[in-house]
């Protein structure tokens, strides 16, 4: 796990905002406010086509405006007024949101011994969510105003623009509500003469962690009183806070307190599914989406991503063939192994994204020191399965029927779930996808899904009996078979190699040849201590110590990268505004995304895209093959990718002359893409 920890501190420094999907920006009702006066600021939110932000409370998904302020001393600022949101489900979860153009207004007191003349620079630090149906973003700006303290006068103009702003806000109601609770279910019963119109309405909750907030909701209208019922998320006493939405964008703050609902009266509307600015549902709930990233694990076990460890894997297998206890206690060990891992990984990029990076999955290898990291790693693999030294849990012969092979079959997960998730299969693009959308905790069970479905294959022959019987038993067969595994472990630590050169050019190389060296010399020394009796105390310091001075290597040396290598086979490198000018231009156009370390991108290079039929093909239709180097950490390509409801590579995207873009699998042959040819 120490890889994952140490992805944190090496993470790559915070690259320049791009352009905002929710631009942020700050005005105020007058620049010459009144010494003891109240000036009215507005933090302007405005949405590109597509794209949300969120209400104060947000639903089940989403975080609100988060505003930090830095004022002149003795300028307070008041509570955020928020204006009617609408409302909006994907994957069964509701949103409290804005597409349009809207304002967050807030009142700065102004000391009463401010001086006329004073300058005051009016600055905040602003964070919000930018979500399209397909992604959330974490942005931010810092917003800054300057005022200078006169006669409090406010122009026509911007009277008219704040007044317009206003209109938006919620009326507070000069009366409590009533709410009573009946098992699950709540009615809300607000005061409203019966004389005016209502059209149709929604409930926001404003207190959190009352109501269900995707949960159907019912009206109806008796005398003075407007009744909302809905479903509870948990049982509460007390004072509740929410708004109503009528009309078109109308809306009521309510307070409610317990008391006696009214009961009858005439149904009233409620905002339906499928009207603009209503709830929209998805097609697909959180239920497909976890069964998605579960199969999509399951069927990585078949990807080229997992190819290097199937030696681990089949020594795993092969101790199976014991007794039941000690089957079911390594498959669940090596589960864990997993899982854990695929938690640390999707919290450490939801991590990353939250404080603002453009990172993707897989991000760990897009780092040269976590490169160098798990180089050193498969070597130490790679040395223990020739058998230079041994360590519990991985090593050979009688150590793999005792119950030190427990803890072997839990790093075999780690290592599993390193070396199989930085590519992304078939069902798990969606799944991964979907992740960035939902909220923290339901997007780690995404990537716990995503570790069970690569772990399912050995639980399965674990618990049932009759797939664990026709696995070989254990043997001396398996001391040989551990050596020859141990041929694509050194091809892996290679190819480990090789990529650090990419990412580094040849002081990587040059570094990671050095320490691969130091580290075999090291575990040589290991392995003849251990047969002299050496302690396991001395084994774990010995490899402590080989870890410490690899980071000091890491953290001393000056990594330069190699040049940008120019694209292949005539094709253009990824730039988003050269696309837009090919299809305005009536281009069609080819655009794949790839990365050195991901396989599977590789063996589609390989077998369809490099081809020289698919080459021919695309050159007598005209098509244009563009192509995005994922290899290293590339934020205009982390972005592009959320745009299509994905977090990592291979991701294959044709663009006809006329019409939206294609998703093509991401397992490719010669005829998918020599088809393309044939559409125009």
């Not at 409370?57 to 405006?65: E, H, S, V």
């Not at 209503?278 to 694990?297: D, H, M, R």
């Not at 078979?481 to 050169?501: D, H």
């Amino acid at each position: 796990m120490i890889i994952f920890v140490a992805s944190i501190a090496h993470a790559q420094a915070p690259v320049a905002s791009p352009a905002q999907n929710v631009r942020a920006s700050i005005d105020a009702e007058t620049r010459r406010p009144a010494p003891g006066g109240v000036v009215t600021v507005a933090i302007v939110m405005d949405p590109k086509p597509g794209w949300h932000d969120y209400w104060l409370n947000p639903g089940d998904a989403g975080t609100p405006l988060e505003l930090d302020w830095q004022l002149p001393a003795g300028v307070t600022a008041g509570p955020v007024r928020a204006p009617v949101p609408e409302t909006l489900i994907v994957s069964g979860f509701m949103n409290h949101i804005y597409k349009a153009k809207h304002a967050f207004l807030i009142d700065l007191k102004i000391p009463e011994n401010a001086q006329v003349g004073q300058a005051l620079d009016i600055k905040v630090d602003a964070r919000w969510s930018a979500c399209s149906d397909l992604v959330c973003i974490p942005e931010g700006a810092t917003l800054a105003i300057p005022v200078q303290i006169g006669s409090g006068a406010i122009d026509a103009i911007n009277r008219a623009r704040f007044d317009a702003w206003r209109s938006a806000l919620p009326v507070m109601l000069d009366r409590a509500a009533l709410y009573a609770v009946n098992g699950k279910r709540i009615d809300i019963a607000i005061p409203y003469p019966r004389s005016a119109d209502v059209g149709r309405v929604w409930f926001f909750a404003a207190s959190e962690n009352r109501l269900l907030y995707a949960a159907p909701q019912t009206a109806r209208r008796t005398g003075d009183w407007l009744i909302v019922s809905s479903e509870i998320k948990n049982p509460f006493d007390g004072q509740f806070d929410g708004l109503l939405r009528f009309n078109d964008a109308q809306g009521l703050q309510v307070r409610a307190i317990k008391g006696d609902v009214p009961a009858g009266g005439d149904n009233v509307s409620v905002f339906s599914e499928g009207a603009t600015g209503e709830v929209q549902q998805a097609q697909l709930g959180f239920g497909w989406i976890l069964g998605f990233s579960v199969l999509g694990g399951l069927l990585l076990n078949l990807m080229p991503c997992v190819f290097p460890i199937l030696g681990l894997k089949a020594l795993s297998l092969a101790k199976m063939g014991g007794d039941e206890g000690e089957a079911r206690r390594d498959a669940v060990a090596y589960t864990v192994g997993i899982i854990l891992s695929c938690l640390v990984l999707g919290g450490v990029m939801l991590a990353l994204r939250a404080a603002g990076e453009e990172v993707g999955w897989a991000f760990q290898l897009q780092d040269p020191a976590i490169v160098l990291l798990l180089l050193l790693l498969m070597v130490a693999v790679t040395a223990n399965l020739i058998g230079l030294f041994e360590i519990g849990g991985i090593g050979a012969g009688e150590r793999l029927t005792r119950k030190g092979g427990i803890a072997g079959s839990f790093w075999t997960g780690v290592l599993a779930a390193v070396v199989a998730t930085p590519c992304t299969g078939p069902f798990m693009a969606a799944a991964m996808g979907a992740a960035l959308l939902l909220p923290a905790t339901l997007a780690l069970l995404i990537f716990a899904g995503l570790g069970f479905g690569l772990a399912l294959p050995f639980l399965l022959i674990a618990f049932v009996p009759a797939l664990r019987k026709r696995m070989p038993r254990p043997g001396p067969w398996m001391v040989r078979f551990r050596q020859w595994m141990s041929v694509p472990m050194a091809l892996t630590t290679l190819a480990l190699l090789w990529l650090l050169y990419q990412l580094a050019g040849f002081s990587g190389l040059l570094i990671g040849g050095t320490a691969t060296l130091i580290i075999l010399l090291c575990l040589f020394a290991l392995g003849r201590k251990q047969k002299s009796g050496a302690s396991r105390k001395f084994v774990v310091a010995t490899l402590l110590g080989i870890t410490a001075v690899t980071m000091l290597i890491i953290d001393n040396a000056a990594v330069v990268p190699p040049a940008t290598q120019t694209a292949k086979n005539g094709s253009l490198p990824f730039n988003e505004a050269r696309l837009a000018s090919l299809r305005a231009q009536g281009r069609p156009v080819f655009l794949y995304f790839t990365a050195d370390w991901c396989v599977t991108c590789k063996v589609n290079e390989n077998a369809a895209i490099d081809r020289t039929e698919t080459s021919a093909a695309f050159t007598k239709a005209g098509i244009v093959v563009m192509v995005g180097d994922y290899t290293r950490r590339d934020p205009d390509i982390t972005r592009f990718l959320t745009k299509y409801g994905r977090s990592g590579v291979p991701l294959y995207l044709y663009f006809p002359k006329d019409g939206e873009p294609r998703i093509l699998p991401q397992i490719l042959n010669v005829d998918d893409l020599t088809a393309l040819a044939g559409v125009g």
